[in-house]
């Protein structure tokens, strides 16, 4: 059977994580957040973080020793059976393509905006697009990733430049009128922000020297994007009030527009374009890596293991998610798919760590390139107060959905 080439380093991995992050969530769902958690933004974007950092352990450690294209169906199958892992890895894979639906969605209001036209197709023909790229192979797709994160990563940091003459204007510790729970809510929705760096260790088996290059990857990519979204949340209250924020369907734009008037626009525009493609990007590619590794291991998915033989990519798996992703481009609302994808990934992050603290039990002997530090006998620390925080925002999560209380 064909195997997926290893052609990618250190540097490319990064890029890829931080353009997997700084998609859609940031550009879209920041005015939402900051509508619940006021000039509290920042903590709320902090909290997440926090949250997914310590996630990102367990992914270090487990991308380590099973460094596999499928990433969490091959953690959940080694810690308990190839039953759970199917089924792991089926909830994440549709998790991407769905996410990767709305986020086209998504890139077609921009598009539309910003040519002031409404035409139906262009969901489709940014997936379609999209897809191309992903079949023309991993190197061409990682070139593409690293041109869209420089833009997009650009387009903040322009942001930021934008709020400095005004920085310290407001009171950043100031609660909501929901205090604590009011900033835990707005940590539950600013997470969908941070969904991405996990995609990171399904390019395991097309990295060279994995052990050691995902682990870094991971937490590079986790530092750089902590550092840019504090920064990001800082900006946004600090030149638009929160309540305006809350109420804009282009929050960012609103703040660069305080200084650059009606051009910015144009400008912040055409960056999220480039910022929701790259969404696409990623979760198109990650679904396909993990239904390529499920495909291998199970025969009624048997039919998706082929891999091309000259591009090396996972032609039929990427051909159904076009399908599939297609067929779900019809969903209207980014925010409630939001909290539909981040429950998703929720307990996919819960089940990471509890991969972790199980293997210490089943498999102490392990081969670990990477381990969690900080045990308490097999037990490790960080990823039990990754679960017990993840639980957390779940919960509030969760509350929002039922109650149908907006962002």
């Known amino acids: 059977m064909a195997e997926l080439k290893r052609s990618l380093g250190l540097g490319e991995c990064i890029f890829y994580g931080v353009g997997s992050i700084l998609g859609a969530g940031i550009y879209t769902l920041i005015g939402k957040t900051a509508g619940i958690a006021g000039n509290m933004t920042w903590l709320a974007f902090l909290i997440a973080s926090v949250c997914a950092l310590l996630t990102a352990f367990s992914y270090a450690e487990l991308s380590a020793a099973f460094p596999k294209a499928g990433g969490e169906f091959e953690y959940a199958k080694q810690a308990f059976g190839k039953k759970t892992g199917i089924t792991l890895g089926m909830v994440i894979t549709l998790n991407g393509i769905v996410t990767g639906a709305a986020v086209a969605v998504g890139f077609a209001g921009y598009f539309n905006d910003l040519t002031n036209t409404s035409l139906g197709f262009v969901p489709f023909a940014i997936i379609a697009l999209i897809f191309l790229i992903n079949s023309a192979g991993i190197k061409h797709s990682s070139v593409v990733n690293i041109i869209f994160t420089l833009i997009e990563a650009g387009g903040l940091l322009f942001i930021i430049f934008s709020a400095v003459p005004d920085i310290g204007k ?44 995902i682990p870094r990857a991971l937490f590079i990519t986790s530092a750089i994007v902590i550092v840019i979204y504090t920064l990001v949340s800082l900006s946004a209250v600090t030149v638009v009030p929160f309540e305006e924020l809350g109420q804009s369907k282009s929050p960012l734009a609103d703040v660069v527009k305080v200084r650059f008037a009606e051009t910015c626009i144009v400008i912040i525009s055409v960056i999220a374009l480039f910022s929701t493609s790259n969404t696409i990007l990623s979760n198109m590619l990650g679904s396909s890596r993990i239904l390529l590794n499920m495909s291998k291991e199970t025969k009624s998915l048997t039919f998706f293991s082929k891999v091309g033989s ?23 609302s980014i925010e409630t798919v939001a909290r539909i994808a981040t429950v998703l990934i929720f307990i996919t992050f819960i089940a990471v760590n509890l991969c972790v603290i199980v293997l210490r039990f089943r498999k102490p002997s392990l081969k670990r390139p990477y381990k969690v530090p900080f045990s308490i006998g097999k037990i490790p620390v960080i990823s039990t107060l990754g679960v017990l925080m993840t639980l957390v925002l779940l919960g509030y999560n969760l509350y929002s959905l039922f109650t149908g209380q907006e962002g």
């Open 310 to 332: 000259k591009r090396k990519t996972p032609v039929m798996a990427l051909l159904l998610i076009l399908v599939i992703m297609c067929s779900f481009a019809l969903i209207g």
């Open 170 to 213: 407001v009171n950043y510790t100031e609660l909501p009128p929901e205090g604590i729970n009011g900033i835990l809510t707005a940590s539950a929705l600013a997470f969908f922000a941070y969904v991405g760096f996990e995609e990171i260790v399904k390019l395991a088996e097309e990295t060279r020297n994995p052990g050691k290059a």
